[in-house]
């Protein structure tokens, strides 16, 4: 296999986003083909008994078995670091898988975690559930409030879990100040970075230690395939993570990896034409509904801090409506052209409403402390024409009495 751009990584470092998101990580075989390959292969053959004994003690390069490296799912892994500034990243079946490895893979009996509340509800799942079960003790704060984080620390705490903006709310943690609490009490910061896109934010460079995706969302965006990756160093991935994922198997099929390194190549794209809509969006919805929640816009009460660790206000807004569920159901039943869907980062415009849907696993009081109302409605921008989205919501808004 000609590794014609994939290998010299001092040289792949040094493009610019653009040219990664293009070449990044591209392997090409002997034939030399444009695009990637999809190579839909559980396991490899050998020129001898000696090479597949050196590939084995790790001596020679090359693959074994796709649970523990296959040619289409490492191009997306590079490509992806590149695009995050990553040392390398590891790809995951789904989302959640990514969240559960990049922490079970570093915890054990008797660590602690503290993670921000207002998360998406699987992780939320898995920080009071699943954490618990196998004796790791978790503490979850106002991830807005630095102070909650402080006092949240204990000696055997290992990891810092967030997500920003947070899942339906948009609150922002504050990325430095966290990161930098975090490594004062030799924790680990882990960052869900789905919402803001590796285009939008790059926590790495804010101090954080592990990232981690749903790819399924905007890499993929356009409504096709389950993924998820973990971006991290590799002293990390020795010591934690490559053995979690080679023995749990927790891995990307190629052809999942094929189509998400399609969605690469248009990332960047997609994610600004979706931002720069969602800020159009906002502008309307600001003078017609109670409470608009978008970190771009000036009267978000984090505005300040979401514009300082990322370049746009991003994809996905909330609103609150006075009339609770009923309103909000009008309001989505009416929708012509939107979709009532609780996927996020699509190519398509897509609303929920997240009381009973993506945080229904939630109790009622929790849904009201993180001030998921049951008025509110989540607005994920896709890549129409912002005046026929606008044209949509201004008569759905209508048909609820607004
Ligand atoms: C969707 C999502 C996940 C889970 O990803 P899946 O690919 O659905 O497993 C995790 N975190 C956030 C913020 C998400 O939006």
């Known amino acids: 296999m ?7 990584r001092t040289r792949t470092r040094q493009w610019r986003p653009a040219t990664q998101a293009i070449r990044g990580g591209t392997m090409r075989s002997d034939f030399g083909e444009t ?13 001898s ?62 660590d602690h975690v503290v993670a921000a509340r207002a998360m998406f509800g699987s992780c ?37 879990f967030l997500e920003t903006p947070a899942n339906p709310t948009l609150d922002i943690c504050d990325l430095k100040a966290v990161a930098d609490l975090a490594h ?35 890499i993929d965006g356009q409504g096709r395939v389950l993924g998820g990756a973990i971006c991290c160093t590799r002293e990390f991935d020795t010591e934690y993570l490559f053995p979690f994922f080679r023995h749990t198997g927790c891995v990307m099929a190629p052809f999942n990896a094929w189509v998400l390194l399609k969605g690469l190549e248009t990332l ?16 309307f919805l600001a003078e017609r509904v109670p409470t608009l929640l978008y970190p771009g816009r000036p009267d978000f009460a984090q505005h300040a801090l979401a514009m300082a660790q990322m370049s ?53 009081a929790v849904q009201a402390e993180l001030g998921i109302t049951p008025g509110m409605i989540r607005l994920s921008v896709g890549l129409e024409d912002p005046a026929d989205l606008i044209a949509d919501l201004d008569q759905a808004l209508k048909a609820a009495g607004l």
């Open 268 to 283: 960047e794209l997609r994610v600004r034409r979706m931002s720069d809509n969602a800020a159009r969006i906002a502008d």
């Open 124 to 160: 939320r799942w898995l920080v009071d559930s699943l954490l618990p079960r196998y004796g790791i003790e978790t503490t979850v704060v106002d991830g807005r409030d630095n102070d909650a984080w402080a006092r949240a620390r204990r000696p055997n705490t290992r990891v810092f």
């Open 184 to 218: 004062d009490a030799g924790a680990r910061l882990v960052v869900d970075n789905v919402f803001a896109t590796p285009i939008l934010q790059r926590p790495l460079e804010l101090g954080a230690d592990v990232i981690a995706y749903s790819a399924t969302k905007h």
């Open 2 to 8: 000609k590794s014609r751009t994939g290998l010299d």
């Open 35 to 47: 695009s990637e390959a999809l190579f839909l292969t559980s396991g490899f053959c050998y020129d």
């Open 49 to 110: 008994a000696e090479e597949v004994a050196a590939r084995f003690r790790g001596e020679a390069d090359g693959f074994t078995y796709s649970r523990q490296g296959n040619p289409t799912v490492a191009m997306f892994e590079e490509r992806l670091a590149l695009l995050e500034g990553a040392e390398m990243a590891r790809a995951t079946g789904t989302g959640m898988a990514a969240m559960t490895a990049a922490l079970l893979c570093q915890l054990k009996a008797g």
């Open 312 to 364: 746009a206000g991003g994809t996905i807004m909330s609103f609150l409506l006075d009339g609770g569920e009923a309103q909000a159901f009008a309001l989505l039943n009416a929708l012509e052209l939107i979709d009532i869907s609780n996927n996020i980062g699509d190519s398509r415009s897509l609303a929920t409403h997240p009381a009973s849907t993506t945080h229904k696993a939630l109790a009622p």
